[in-house]
């Protein structure tokens, strides 16, 4: 769906959502596996996170056996966007979409793929070891630039072949995803010019 239907701002979540969208979203995510929440994150907001990343500080960070990345140490710019996930607002929209069972909280990071370094996302399905208890996935653009490369992917793991992809270029536009123990996913490294940064984590169960 191509219109906002929920978006972040200074004043807290908005959404633009009725019913009948929030069922055509259910049923994208039915099928799709991801849905897109286009303009989430508004110009304003936008702004002052990126500005909060930009005098930050990355180190690298290593998910054995998954992923390699560089991750946002604590900052300003995280305090904000984990704020705008955290809100009942927010819960209530996740789960009206995906059906889940009651949140308790979203955990996430800052990430960074840079082009010129060797960056990768294997495939995992965010359940198992300290998976447990997340129900639904989210990623955030918060790249100034528009990279290339950096896809994300997510299949079922008994139809390896079947893979769905969600390109997410547009700086403060985001995604919902499915996590459960039949589904995989990954995202594909960055090439070109231009790294990637995103804010990505779950909404966790109580």
Known sequence: MDDAVVVATRRGIVVHADDAQIEALRGELAQRHAVRFRHFLDGDLLARVQNEIDA????TREDEGIAVELCLEPSRALDIVMFVMNS????????????????????????????????????????????????????????????????????????????????????????????APAMQHRVLPVEGAHSKTAFAGWFVAK
């Open 88 to 179: 009942p607002q927010m819960f209530g929209v996740v789960r009206a979409i995906t059906g889940c069972d009651p949140i308790e909280a979203f955990a996430g990071r800052i990430y960074r793929f840079d082009p010129k370094v060797t960056h990768h996302d294997s495939w995992h399905d965010d359940t198992s070891g300290a998976g447990a208890g997340r129900l639904a996935g989210f990623s955030l653009n918060l790249s100034r630039e528009t990279y290339r490369g950096g896809t994300f992917q997510i299949r079922e793991k008994a139809r390896p072949d079947d893979v769905v992809e969600v390109e997410n270029t547009g700086a403060g536009d985001a995604f919902l995803f499915r996590i």
């Open 56 to 59: 930050g500080k990355f180190a």
